[in-house]
């Protein structure tokens, strides 16, 4: 699967040169954040981003860092049918494990992304 990561322009030579670095969200969570497909809720005035930053990575290594989103009692069948319909995924991604799949980056100004596909 094509996955996207959001940055500023300057950043994707650095990406490329030495890699993805881990950070920590407000909630505690460290990795490096991506979505399917490219999300534009993850800019904030604090991080500002013109730049989309794609990897191909295979869905088995995916799944077990996809967010979820709904709570555990809800049924499993049911929580995927619920993203699937929403078009929409995320997932945090240790640095180590996204700097495997840098042979496949593809980047795009933001507004492009289909060219980083």
């Given at each position: 699967m094509r996955i996207y990561h959001l940055t500023e322009a300057e950043n994707v030579a650095?990406?490329?040169a030495?890699?993805?670095v881990d950070g920590?969200?407000?909630e505690g969570q460290t990795g490096v954040w991506f979505s399917a497909p490219a999300s534009f809720n993850l800019i904030t005035p604090e991080r500002a981003a013109d730049t989309v930053v794609s990897l191909e990575v295979p869905d088995e290594v995916l799944e077990q860092y996809e967010r979820e989103?709904?709570?555990p009692s809800l049924p499993k069948e049911l929580a995927?049918?619920?993203i699937r319909a929403a078009g929409f995924r995320e997932?945090?991604?240790p640095a180590a494990e996204?700097?495997?799949?840098l042979g496949s980056v593809q980047q795009a100004p933001l507004g492009d992304q289909g060219s980083a596909r």
């Open positions: 650095k990406i490329l030495e890699g993805f920590t969200n407000f989103y709904y709570p995927d049918a619920l997932f945090c991604m996204a700097n495997k799949y």
